[in-house]
């Protein structure tokens, strides 16, 4: 790629936008949201269904555009639970129910279901009792809708659950209830990407339209105006969510520039839609789906341009390689993203996906091709062929997910380690442009080494984080050594194990009783390298552990009344009355943590734990 292409003034303008949103801006609910309708006990809004149903075990649900709440004007988007009714896409509904806020508990490292709906733009939740369409959708929107349902009901009629919901995720992104052993195996093989209708899909039906349209003799334009007309109508069917439509909006840049005479149509295309999506939906720039796909595109952009495959190796050869770039930049590209989101990285993705992401098209192409011989009572003539492909996919995707080392877990990065890496990549996917490598290479190597130290340098000493979930308590304690420590047993151990990757570490170096209780053996398992101290009975009050430059000294329990009155609980009644506090000591500095982990504080600085909250002490 030519470096004239990172002058552009729309590529700094898109980075100024992302660094300003991602600093200066937090999703919120307008004047005129539904959000501020929660008062009222009962309501009745009509809204626009605006995504298709996902059925649950007791209701179908869907995102609702919201036009107005009990008689007056609304806006937002509202999250509803429809029982016992099938909610079509674009029709207008009358919903009858309570409001409610999305359930949240924001647990370190753990999945909150608020503030994942809340960077979609969406503060509330309906539960509907009762529900009637108002209005039915315009009949092009119906046809797309039928089309769609009627391919995802073909397919599991057609097909075992397991190689339907595969058909169906590859073809248009719905993979339904999908076996939870299977959808692990996804994970862990690098291959759960592939379930999502996303930008290599719009891609793959624009090109394919092409080859036809090129076969059949139109000319270049009408190729063109049919690719973009079949690509677009693809989309709609697929759900037309983000990464959908970023893609189609580059396929008509890239058209638009093959037609102008111009190569940089998937570069603009890339750069106009994401700025356009953030223009309007700024809170995408924290969907982590968003930033995936954005990444992805990005990275196979540059290393597809800027790495050529020789063009005297064989085709074969060089397709095989192409998708080795292309995959190879976007496991790279994508590796703290899938690091401080899932802590897990699959290993083997990248040997799985020059197998399966090819095998992934063919499946695209041969599921709808059933589905057309299907309509046409001759689908016995691609079920054999469909039915094994769609076996030989499976039993990769396990297969590759059955090594030891399929998928690795992994700390979160820092964001001084994000910075410094992506520096080194950047450096790394330009170095075939010689003279432009050697312009960037002493900034991004003073970014590489320096943003790691910066870090270091201003990071505090000892951090304490507060964990409540419905009021039991817990605690993760870092230091800047590197020192981690759990307290508290209530907590579940995997949650509190993803609060602690959270921090960078993945095994704590003590695990921090309050009482005298035994450790659950869930815990010993997932911490079997961990020292536990465990008061009153192997340990007691005054005792001091010394580890590396960390000391932990156990106390007697040190309470607080909700005046802020601090007092301690001293002295030993054998009672499950007895329990205990810590201090943690580093270069000097003392951070104390009270009984149960219900506050921390040291010196003037004072924290206290607050129900399904995560509250940070920092020193």
């Excluded at 959708?137 to 797309?144: D, E, F, K, L, T």
């Excluded at 095998?359 to 299907?374: D, E, Q, R, W």
């Excluded at 605690?475 to 209530?490: H, Q």
């Excluded at 329990?557 to 810590?582: C, L, N, P, Q, V």
């Amino acid at each position: 790629m030519h470096p004239d292409m990172y002058k552009r003034p729309l590529l700094w303008c898109l980075a100024a936008l992302i660094v300003g949103l991602a600093f200066f801006y937090r999703p919120a609910p307008s004047g005129q949201d539904v959000f501020h309708f929660l008062p009222q006990k009962e309501v009745t809004l009509t809204g626009r269904v605006e995504s298709f149903a996902v059925r649950k075990k007791k209701s179908q649900n869907v995102i609702i555009k919201v036009f107005s709440v009990n008689g007056q004007k609304a806006t937002g988007q509202i999250y509803a639970r429809l029982p016992d009714f099938t909610p079509q896409w674009k029709d207008i509904l009358e919903i009858s129910g309570r409001l409610q806020q999305p359930y949240g508990v924001d647990l370190l490292g753990n999945f909150d279901w608020r503030n994942y709906l809340a960077d979609k733009g969406i503060f509330t939740e309906i539960k509907g009792s009762s529900v009637s369409v108002a209005r039915p959708a315009a009949w092009p929107w119906r046809v797309i809708r039928a089309l769609r349902a009627d391919i995802l009901r073909v397919l599991n009629e057609a097909f075992p659950p397991d190689l339907a919901s595969i058909a169906g995720g590859v073809l248009l992104g719905e993979r339904g209830e999908q076996d939870p052993a299977l959808y692990s195996a996804f994970q862990d093989s690098g291959a759960i990407h592939l379930l999502v209708a996303s930008g290599g899909n719009v891609g793959f039906v624009t090109l394919l339209t092409l080859a036809v349209c090129s076969w059949i003799g139109l000319s270049r334009k009408k190729m063109l105006l049919l690719a973009l007309g079949v690509a677009g109508a693809y989309t709609l069917i697929a759900g037309a969510d983000a990464p959908l439509v970023r893609a189609y909006f580059m396929a008509v840049c890239a058209c638009t520039g093959y037609l102008l005479g111009r190569n940089s149509g998937v570069f603009q295309g890339l750069l106009v839609s994401c700025f356009l999506i953030l223009l309007f939906q700024p809170a995408s720039v924290f969907e982590t789906g968003f930033q995936m796909s954005f990444l992805a595109t990005l990275a196979i952009i540059i290393c597809l341009n800027n790495y050529k495959v020789p063009g005297k190796w064989p085709k074969t050869l060089r397709f095989f390689a192409q998708i080795f770039l292309a995959t190879l930049s976007t496991q790279l590209v994508l590796l703290p993203e899938f690091t401080n989101v899932f802590y897990k990285v699959s290993v083997t993705g990248l040997i799985s996906n020059m197998l399966l992401v090819p095998l992934a098209s063919v499946l695209m192409g041969l599921s709808f091709a059933y589905y057309v011989c299907n309509s046409l009572h001759l689908g016995w003539i691609l079920h054999t062929v469909t039915y094994g492909a769609l076996w030989l996919f499976k039993t990769l995707v396990v297969y590759f997910a059955s090594f030891k080392m399929s998928a690795l877990q992994m700390a979160a990065w820092s964001a001084g380690t994000i910075t410094a890496y992506y520096a080194g990549l950047f450096l790394m996917f330009n170095l075939p442009l010689k003279n432009f490598a050697r312009k960037i290479a002493l900034p991004c190597l003073v970014v590489l080494f320096g943003a790691p130290l910066a870090e270091y340098f201003f990071a505090p000493d000892i951090q304490i984080y507060l964990l409540n979930e419905w009021n039991k308590s817990g605690a993760v304690i870092r230091t800047k050594n590197g020192g981690a420590f759990l307290a508290g047993s209530e907590l579940d151990p995997e949650k509190l194990q993803a609060a602690l990757l959270k921090t960078g570490v993945k095994q704590p170096n003590a695990i921090l009783l309050f009482t005298d209780e035994s450790v659950p053996p869930e815990f010993s398992a997932r911490f079997s390298n961990a020292r536990v101290i465990r008061p009153f009975a192997d340990n007691w009050p005054g005792d001091n552990f010394a580890f590396g430059p960390v000391t932990v000294q156990l106390n007697w329990g040190e309470h607080e009344t909700r005046e802020g009155r601090r007092w301690i609980s001293e002295g030993y009644s054998g009672t499950d009355k007895d329990d205990a506090s810590y201090c943690f000591i580093y270069k000097g500095k003392k951070a104390c943590l009270g009984a149960f982990s219900h506050f921390a504080y040291s010196g003037e600085k004072h924290a206290t734990a607050q129900r399904n909250k995560t509250i940070a002490l920092k020193i």
